[in-house]
Nanobody, 122 residues
């Protein structure tokens, strides 16, 4: 089992930045790919970004390319999502995810965090 805990959400004005963190505990010795998803009110949960265990491979949703950056620190079992040039449409609950396979983490990851709220005001 892997437990994921997100932090760093909050309220920010449009054009601002936030950095989300997701700390993992449990079976962290396994090489898990990590990802971020988000769910806005009244919408389905959607993929945002993912990173391989090595950190060498990343994937992003088109809506966040060039604005968001995913990274990881395996020594700290933590993955980050740096969000710049935030827009009101980025408002959502952001969820951290983990899966042994990068291809699976972008679609249907095995492990999920509880989520952290990000609100972008116009």
């Amino acid at each position: 089992q892997v437990q994921l805990v997100e932090s760093g959400g909050g309220l920010v004005q449009a054009g601002g930045s936030l950095r989300l963190s997701c700390a993992a505990s449990g079976r962290t010795f396994s090489p898990y790919a990590r990802g971020w998803f988000r769910q806005a009110p009244g919408k389905e949960r959607e993929f945002v970004a993912a990173v391989s265990w090595s950190g060498l491979n990343t994937d992003y949703a088109d809506s966040v390319k060039g604005r968001f950056t995913i990274s990881r620190d395996n020594a700290k079992n933590t993955v980050y999502l740096q969000m710049n040039s935030l827009k009101p449409e980025d408002t959502a609950v952001y969820y951290c995810a983990a899966d042994p396979n990068l291809r699976t983490v972008v679609r249907s990851p095995t492990y999920w965090g509880q989520g952290t709220q990000v609100t972008v005001s116009s």
